[in-house]
């Protein structure tokens, strides 16, 4: 190791996660209106990095982590639907408009990206007829106006992520991925999904809000039996997934005969009540754990060059799976960066690697395993940053 | 005891926080634009509240958390400045637009409530000339347009906080607090201070970013001395919060020489290039402290009568203190509380204090001392709401 | 006649226009900025009444007459173009929505026609990568806010036009409808023409103002070319309309030399630097002519029920047009029609038809002749509103 | 002379528009939101090119004649009023954002100018309150963005104006006029009066609606009463103002049984259903008379250095007040001025004095002192640009 790369090794202390008594994980599907907030972030940053190495050969600066979006408004019933107000989305974001004489697109680029990410999300909506997009971008502060070319942390800050899931995390994570990719196929639902999983002990229940889709829904039975044949396609899946004793509950709040359902026209909420913002959902490992280490910072639509609160959440994700993958003695990773402003993204302040060994102590010569393991993984942030941009490292 | 309060009490397992070697903390000030929106959020709901009040005699549900901040552009130096495109404020959220036949002033009520809080945040940004604000507030979904009279949990969520605050927890709150409050009435300078602070052992060093009011500055000289001077007066004050030893570094990425200062004409680096949005900074206690356990929950703008995401954390944050206050064995405690949607909000789930006793494990009395003071917490949620809409319990 | 209406016939006073010494005439062409406004209005208000008859069987009250276009920023020159900010339509205006429980999906019926409108109205922009376009429709005065069912005059108000157009009237007209719909074919030339007609005498000098579409062009040669080009295309048309000496100027205010050439991406210059606005542009006639009498009322948005600003300037021009292909004596016709505000619409306060014949004076037959003709256009008003609905009466 | 002005004076055929059988004139108070738009894009073009003047010794090109209004939502019942949903100004338009490497604050300023002209036109509106204010402002085309400060036409253009008003027009301009300013400090009245008038013969009706501001009116029989009161007045005041026999309605569309009366918050109906927009309403000489000629060009918002659609019309309404007022056998004067684009502003195409004598012919001695004055005029246009930035002509 030639690089200053400050690593630390310690052992967890405290109990295991599975352990505790009681835990309480969620995961905001892919059409919640956060979750869209926060793809919308990153499919901007994504887009914009790439014209901007198309077009100029370099990746410019940029921080598009502020998406809003507004309701809509929308009319459905059983049978049919319609939208009353479109969904409103406000891009805002930092970018710089013009780069050696070349103007770059920023607005057109950040509505366009928008409207792609909607498209590819929701099968039901229609990007053009049930929202309006508008971006607000504008150039950043000065001092950051240099182009990003240069490896260097751009703040104090940190990043934290562990692996292998919890019982629970996993199963909620799962169910809802489930739900947005398998399901989604068989029944008309939206892909605006909730899942809520509560254990106490080896008891796991898992709550899942879940919109159908109205206009393909002749009426109230039709609503019944439907939700009834997901939830028993839920139960069967979730079940598999750990040995714990798993109960799924769909639209618990729903209250049918006063037609008080979870009905939707595009599949989410946003479409009526439900405003969104980045950085208020997921995490970059897929679920919202309170019990656990997180990272507050939002990493959907941060710039991949030197944003280190984007770089070392999604880094200490990938290192901590590495770690558990490649030292056959770690049974569980929690991985810490600290950077120091100023200084190279691969010396960070420190690289804490807390893991959790079958026995309960680190020997030298696992110690020494995942030490190189990390300091590998630190030094393939070229490779994390070329992850991000083909979009194979969610961000939430 | 007649409620059912699943009150559990538990041991801290684990190094306690200020034996950890490494830890980061950050306070983003009163003035940031995060901070900003979460106080205009949170504002929105207090004046909405009290409408409802005073003109139905009942408070209305709402849930005004998402407001969005877009930069806008000035032009600043030494001894001059002008504001070219105004800051706009973008708030969303809902609430019920009319209620028994009387129209509720929606729009009215939040765009004034951000102006009012802009107005007594920020000394030299003037809220109505620098600062475009629009409302885009709405109605909520039908099957929470009930009127918000029952003492019931809207969801199932999580609240949690911990008391006292670290050593290094303490003195970047302190500090920030310090320079927003006590430093400002001495120097020109302005509220969108951000104090990181990273302890190393017993070596704390506090990375202050802190902007100077351009018109009121003559020139490099009197700029540099200034900073001089604050970071002086900032040294002092930090040092003598606790026994560490730390050390003050103000504006560091300055480079006086390329003019690349730190001036602004408003006091918020939201005047030029930083975007801003609720539930992005300081979490209930104060602070963004990614070493502990943190709601995600954004508690600015819920409303305080059901929102369990808002009332826990707060309650949780209550109930610390008093513990520690009231049972003189414990020397820290986090405590957690779950809801159960659908049940009175002071039966949830299930309530954990865990403490940190001074010889490490809990003596039976204790635990009955602490539940009695968790319990009385539970009890007196009516109480926790008026604090709320007397402004009295800061949500970030 | 057994309905009051009013008619008066008299005989057109002073000189006859053609014998005026100058005359200015202007035509802004489709793709105008003002004139895309008028055409969205317009376009807003068919297909609200043609949802309101499928939906409700009934035309509601609505005024959709305020639709403002923000010019967008485009970046274009010779091979190539983009936009770098996108044009942003705001459109205004009142409606019902709702009527009987039924909600009536105002924003997202004027959103989707304003973006057919450009569809069909553009050929190189794009209205949903280039244009942004947002609806701030709302309910109107409480006292308008019935069914639009009684054919009753909903305004004090004044229709006015006139028949035949003038020869420079003719040749203005003519002139930009063959280059927005034939030259079109030819040329890579955009929609947003400006044809300007100063006669002195028989002298007359069309000055045409032409985007040419930047990626569809090589260079400088081949750019002064074409418009040489479409000069004498245009030339070799205009000269035909009429036996007056026509000279043809296209693109004066180029400066090839120094690239101040009219490049456009999508034809308009909305895309760079032109705003636009209802009621701004053509009259009703198609032409600004302001030598004439002419209404301020901009007809395009307006409902076509009892909107006496719409129904009268349309009714004033069918009956001229009427008047002079069925009385052969008459080789002109002014028509101006009063409302009463309250009065059935086929009861005007006055309905004057100021002619112009041959031989200076009028006939009492030919009087009879013009008094039966307008009296039928008067009655037959169900039919130029069914006339209206086809979109078949251009409204500028 | 040595200038080229080539002056054309002519006398008027046709029937003297006193003696016309019917007539049409309307005038729109200044708190119409039409009137709105036009004052505040006029005194945004005034306060730009003061804030120009000031900062860079030159008025830089502008054209500020895009202002939409969209209503907003009050409710309003006799004693009391609320906003529920505030006014909307969008403000587009041109200008230059920087120039010599000043920057300048284009939107800021435009805001600010609306906010200042609602101040003083609207005594009951709160503009910071009841309205949100935004500014949509850009760069205008490449080839316009040079300094204004050549004298030369922008634009093949046209202006007419005539003096003085006809009976009719000055019944109505005076009238409102009066309401606007004297009787608005008797009565509980708003600022956004409208005045219809009609005339046949010498019979004159004026229809006035005018808005009572309801928290200052206790009940319907007030309102009746003060309605009453302000009929009589106005009908003293309007009989007063000709020898024609005038009758005054006022607010003739009440239903004051069914509470269909028109009560406002703030003085205009653009609290609640009437969008507004530039260029829609009153003409520079104050009123629309469609029966006169009139040029659609918007004055407003123009700037006022090369816009010929400002200056020519202005300059004619000047140039006819100066005819009648400096030649005695003059009784009245339509003057219409020609622009050649690229030549000196006072050096027209064509400016054309139309004179109505006396004993109906024109001797060459007057021909030659109209000339001569008219000269006069277009050798002034320095002196007109002064009196637009003092706010001295009115342009609706």
Redesign the interface.
Known sequence: MSKERNI?VTTT???YIDEL??E?VERKGIGHPDSLCDGIAERISVEYSKWCRENLGVILHHNFD?V????G?A?VTYGRG?????I?I?I???GL?TYQGK??????IA??AA?KHLQETLRYLDP???V?????A???????QYTVNHNVAND?S?G?SHWPRSVLEHAVYETAQYINFDLIEQFPIGEDVKV?G?R?GKDIVL?VAMPLIGPEIADATEYTELCHAAEQAIQVYAQELSAYDVKVDVN??D?VEND?VYLTLTGT?AE?????????GN?VNGV?A???????E?AAGKNPVTHVGKLYNLLAMEASQAIVAQVPEVRAATV?I?SQ?GHPLDEP??A?ASIDTQNGHVHPKVEGAVTEVLDAQLGSIDELREKILRQELPVC
């Open positions: 630390v202390t405290g109990q008594p009681v309480l502020k809003q979006l507004v309701a408004e009319d319609q939208m009353i107000t479109p409103r406000q805002a974001g930092r408009p103007m770059v697109p920023m607005d057109t509505i366009e409207r053009v007829k049930h309006v997009i508008d971006s607000y504008g150039r950043g502060v000065e001092e950051l104090t940190f934290v809520m509560a106490r709550t618990t709040a209250d008080a909420s009526h009540g439900d405003d969104g913002s980045v950085g208020r995490r919202i309170p019990f656990r280490s997180a990272s507050l939002a810490y600290l402003i302040l420190v804490t």
